[in-house]
């Protein structure tokens, strides 16, 4: 249980070095395992800009399909918050380095149904999308050091197969080979009024002026970057998501899996 938010939270303790681990449902790990006499099931890269859709719609193609899901970003959320937390300021890539390959990060599933991530043991879910992570993260990720340690332990992730992993430089850095991969995109006005209301929907007073701001200068940073730079995969299947509801989305996304696997 974790002591700040008083929920059961089930996860693999994985301490001593960056590392990132997923519990599966008890239904899952009590069935009876068969011989793998079939080849390692999809790797499906999603990639986007902030506020594309891309987390919520990889979260539901993940359920359809029976696949792990992976946000990466929120990796980098929570080494933000680590930095913040230690005082180690977001403009010295030797520490942040430091930090990121000695700090654990782990997801669990609550009780009552929810992701939560927990940052050193911590559940610090709640903090992962404040204004003041917000105002720093793209200066985390764009650490080479801190990309490095965290690329490392998505990898080991997605090894298995049978995962929907989302962020921006899956299909061009994490999972290069990667069976499938899938670009989201959308206008900024669209993805700052997104990310506006998910703001305000978790009680995070946010102005959408601020939030267009950000989102533009994080787009900024994000694409011109030295270390794995947002930008779409020369194999992946882009889709504009301005016009087109969550389920529209999603179903093209499982097109274009059943098409590529």
Do not use: C, W
Request: hydrophobic share 40%; glycine share 8%.
């Amino acid at each position: 249980m974790d002591e700040k938010t008083g929920r059961n939270l089930h996860a693999v303790n994985a301490a001593g070095s960056t590392s990132i681990t997923t519990s599966e449902s008890p239904a899952i790990q009590q069935r009876p395992r068969k011989p793998n006499t079939r080849r390692r099931l999809p790797r499906i890269a999603v990639d986007g800009p902030v506020g594309a859709g891309k987390t919520t719609a990889g979260r539901m193609l993940a359920s359809r399909l029976g696949f792990r899901f992976l946000d990466t970003g929120l990796m980098y959320r929570a080494i933000t918050v680590a930095a913040l937390d230690a005082g180690v300021r977001t403009d010295d890539p030797a520490a942040l380095t430091v930090l990121a390959r000695n700090t654990s990060i782990q997801l669990a599933h609550s009780d009552d149904g929810s992701d939560r991530l927990l940052l050193d043991g911590h559940d610090v879910t709640a903090r992962l999308r404040t204004a003041d992570v917000e105002r720093h993260i793209s200066a985390v990720s764009a650490v080479t050091g801190v990309r490095e340690a965290l690329v490392e332990a998505q990898r080991k992730v997605a090894d298995r197969g049978g995962i929907v992993m989302v962020g921006r430089d899956i299909g061009t850095v994490v999972l290069k080979d990667a069976d499938v991969k899938i670009f989201l995109t959308a206008s900024p006005e669209m993805r700052a009024r997104r990310r506006h209301q998910e703001l305000h929907s978790k009680g995070h007073a946010a102005a959408y002026a601020e939030v267009l701001d950000q989102l533009k200068r994080r787009d900024n940073l994000d694409s011109s970057r030295a270390a794995s730079p947002l930008v779409a995969a020369d194999d992946a299947v882009v889709i504009e998501t301005d016009g087109l509801s969550l389920n529209e989305v999603v179903a093209r996304m499982e097109a274009i899996v059943a098409s590529g696997t």
